[in-house]
């Protein structure tokens, strides 16, 4: 396991992580850009503080086709020179470590607060980095004839998160989308610390509410890998069933969004319904339509019982019909497909360079999928093809989601026609002291990556979230360029971020 | 054309009959209105109150009464499972919604919740109710699950219940999240501008009390921290019809018993 000063591991597999530090700044720096020029892809790169307000800066670089992650730290203080200088996907997470731990990247294009955290912890920080106010900042602007600018949010006009949006415009063209977010800033990150404890479940169940599987599902496999608790293959079904369903309802719920976007309303009003129908399927599975109380570490808290298998077997195959009539009429009706075609299209060069993830990405044409690359649970035993399309438009992240759908309701029964056997929950013993562990799930927007490490005490001494969201939300603003204002709605839509993912 | 008014017969009609009809059914493992026996209690046990993520639960020293305050309630049932004695259970019943705070709290004697306004607004309010939603650090299921009244399975229109876009036009806000400080000032201004008099739903255990936020620095417990709440609609997140209950309460459309 243990490289030349870096370490290999797999998906949620322990270590220790002062096996992956690296001498200095440098030699880090160096190492990580050799490892994205090599194919890698920024899973996750953040500071560790460690004794004495000490940091350490520490990156996990996911290699998709080899289903590796490297892991590289170093120490780190003051600044650095930033890596997203030369290296764009690290523009994002150098923005957070910068904002969390007071470490300038120095030479970064545009470091200013991703979450404003400061504005909320009451002027306690005496070398406060950023604004006293949530989205008071500079804005990236343009000047000129005809040059406007447009500002939506936080407040908008459904039933929406809180999110701004600056949009730079000349005429109905935008030339530059800036999205400036924070609002949902509940502190999840620092309350992790010191954890597992009572609540430590419900954050992650609720850093982005319509992923509570997914989230949950991370969280459980890096404690799972720092207590060594072996999780029955019953669970894993049950889990990986939940996962699907998941994947379905907000699929389903946002090609009826697309629809309504376009004015289309028959897709619109079924797949609305639709949505809620699978949200009941997984309250069958616990009683909760978000899956809440399901996913506990060392297994599930609830049985899959002949009856339920019925009701769920039932409820598929018309969830499966209804869904087909819905959607072919949006791939049949000539003014929804001039609206989706060539809007908002990003190309798999800018998609691989800025580090998307999730249907985005596989719109692009980039087979990136945690469940095949990185499998986990029982995604290592029963495969799900993966989807792709290779127009990057909201035509290509539209009929992703559609592909993606059928191929889960064909896994989810599938995995309901073979449900194994025995126990539902194992013990879960205590944390190893001083270990190390990522955790990465495909929830529906795509990559969760969960970085979790143990004090000496066997408690959590750094938790790191990165919801699919982080990577995606500039994806959005990329995918504006050049776009009229009015398609704004339906590019946004086709992303269908997570505001309180992204806020934590 | 044709293809879409086949798709229109075969979805069929399915927009439920509640109020008038029965409701749609709850899952099996629905966790609705908490029921305690404090007698059931087994002498100086206790293990309720460490189990619960958001210390909703308290057992008086002097009366030895458990309560179980729904407002802040995740509905984890966490303490059904450690309680050796079965003292608290949860029931079916959806009816969750409380015009009073107070009442939210749940013990073996204590009063069933109730929407129970003013008569002068709900008069005024007339057979419309206009609501502008804020989401103050909501994490997207209370959201998606008042959104999801506006679909044809609810069709929440048909009760004059609509959600705009402008809080000039609206009636009042239905706010979800424990407000976070961030969204502070957004839910301050937008509040201000809803015409008077207003009204203020709070849904969700975060909107209620924080949550699972509670205490956290970063928020603020809930709406009625910063504007005055009219009614509370627990759970995490509450089920739509549980919400649905609630509005029909608020504009006195509920079916006599209801
Ligand atoms: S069900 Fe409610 S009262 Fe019981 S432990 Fe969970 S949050 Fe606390």
New interface residues.
């Given amino acids: 396991m243990l490289h030349d000063q870096y370490v290999t591991v797999h998906n949620s597999q322990a270590f220790d992580c002062d096996e992956s530090l690296l001498p200095d700044l440098e030699r880090f720096r160096q190492a990580v850009l050799e490892a994205v020029a090599k194919g890698g892809r920024i899973a996750a790169l953040s500071a560790r503080p460690v004794n004495d307000g000490d940091s350490r800066i520490v990156a996990v670089v996911a290699f998709d086709a080899e289903g590796v992650l490297q892991v590289f730290s170093s120490p780190v203080a003051g600044e650095y020179p930033a890596i997203a200088a030369d290296c764009p996907q690290a523009h994002w997470f150098e923005r957070d470590l910068w904002e969390q731990r007071g470490i300038v990247p120095l030479g970064h294009p545009w470091l200013k607060p991703i979450?404003?955290?400061h504005?909320?912890?009451?002027g306690e920080a005496a070398d406060d980095p950023s604004p006293a106010?949530?989205?008071v900042t500079d804005f990236f602007s343009m000047s000129g004839e005809e040059v406007h600018e447009v500002a939506v949010g936080?407040?908008h006009?459904?039933?929406?998160?809180?999110g701004h949006f600056r949009f730079q415009c000349q005429g109905e063209s935008v030339y530059h989308l800036e999205i400036s977010l924070?609002?949902?800033?509940?502190?999840i990150e620092r309350?992790m610390l010191g954890g597992p404890a009572?609540?430590t479940?419900?954050?992650v169940e609720?850093?982005?509410?319509?992923t509570?599987i997914g989230h949950a599902m991370a969280y459980c496999r890096g404690v799972e890998s720092l207590s060594g608790t072996h999780v029955s293959p019953r669970a894993q079904v049950i889990r990986g069933i939940a996962l699907e369903l998941e994947r379905v309802a907000n699929h389903v719920g946002d090609l009826g969004a697309l629809a309504g976007d376009v004015g289309y309303l028959?897709t619109m009003?079924?797949c609305?319904?639709i949505?809620?129908?699978v949200?009941?399927m997984t309250?069958?599975?616990?009683?909760?339509?978000?899956g809440?109380?399901l996913v506990r570490p060392g297994g599930v808290a609830?049985d899959l019982d002949d009856e339920?298998v019925r009701q769920l077997t039932r409820r598929l195959k018309s969830a499966a019909?209804?869904t087909r009539?819905?959607v072919?009429?949006l791939w049949?009706?000539p003014s929804v497909m001039a609206r989706f075609d060539r809007t908002g299209a990003l190309s798999p060069e800018l998609c691989n360079e800025i580090g998307l993830v999730g249907p985005a990405a596989r719109a692009c044409g980039v087979p990136r999928d945690v469940r095949r690359d990185f499998p986990f649970g029982i995604f290592r035993f029963a495969q799900i093809p993966v989807s792709t399309w290779d127009s990057g438009d909201v035509f290509g992240r539209a009929y992703v989601r559609w592909l993606e759908i059928q191929r889960s309701l064909a896994f989810i029964q599938e995995q309901l026609d073979a449900l194994p056997p025995g126990q539902i929950l194992s013990p879960v013993g205590a944390l190893a002291p001083n270990r190390f562990s990522v955790a990465l799930t495909e929830g529906w927007r795509g990559e969760i990556c969960h970085v979790l490490s143990t004090g000496p005490d066997g408690k959590f001494d750094w938790y790191k979230i990165f919801d699919p969201s982080f990577h995606n939300w500039f994806g959005l603003a990329m995918a504006l360029r050049n776009q009229q204002i009015s398609d704004f709605p339906l590019c946004n839509k086709s992303f269908n971020l997570?505001?309180?993912g992204h806020?934590l | 054309m044709l293809k879409a008014i086949k798709a229109r017969l075969q979805q069929g009609y399915r927009t439920t009959s509640y109020p008038d009809g029965p409701p749609p059914e709850l899952p099996r493992h629905f966790a609705g209105l908490p029921v305690i026996d404090s007698s059931k209690c087994l002498p100086a046990c206790r293990q309720c109150i460490p189990a619960c993520p958001t210390q909703a639960l308290d057992i008086d020293t002097r009366t030895r009464q458990v309560s179980l305050d729904t407002g802040r309630c995740l509905f984890c049932r966490e303490c059904q499972r450690v309680c050796p004695a079965g003292a608290i259970q949860f029931s079916r019943d959806f009816r969750l919604a409380s015009s009073s705070r107070e009442r939210l709290v749940v013990t073996d004697s204590s009063p069933l919740p109730a929407v129970e306004l003013d008569g002068a607004i709900v008069r005024l309010l007339g057979r419309s109710l206009k609501l502008r939603q804020v989401s103050a650090g909501g994490c997207n299921a209370c959201e998606a699950d008042t959104n999801v009244l506006g679909t044809v399975g609810w069709d929440l229109g048909r009760f004059g219940i609509q959600f705009v876009a402008s809080p000039r036009h609206a009636d009042g806000l239905l706010i979800t999240g424990p407000v976070t400080e961030n969204t502070r000032l957004a839910l301050e201004k937008t509040y201000q501008a809803v015409p008077s008099p207003k009204i203020v739903i709070a849904v969700g255990a975060c909107a209620i009390s924080g949550g699972p936020y509670l205490d956290h620095p970063e928020a603020h417990n809930g709406a009625a921290s910063l504007v005055p709440v009219d009614v509370y609609v627990p759970g995490c997140p509450p089920h739509p019809l549980t919400i649905l209950h609630a509005l029909l309460a608020t504009i006195g459309r509920l079916p006599r018993g209801l």
Wanted: hydrophobic share 30%; net charge positive.
């Fill in positions: 979450r404003f955290s504005a909320c912890s009451r106010t949530c989205g936080p407040v006009a459904g039933i929406i998160e809180p924070g609002y949902q800033h509940r502190g309350a009572v609540r479940i419900h954050y609720t850093a982005s509410g319509d509570s028959p009003s079924y609305g319904r949505r809620g129908d949200l009941n309250a069958v599975l616990c009683g909760n339509r978000f809440r109380g609830f339920a019909k209804d009539v819905a072919d009429l049949e009706s997570s505001y309180c806020d």
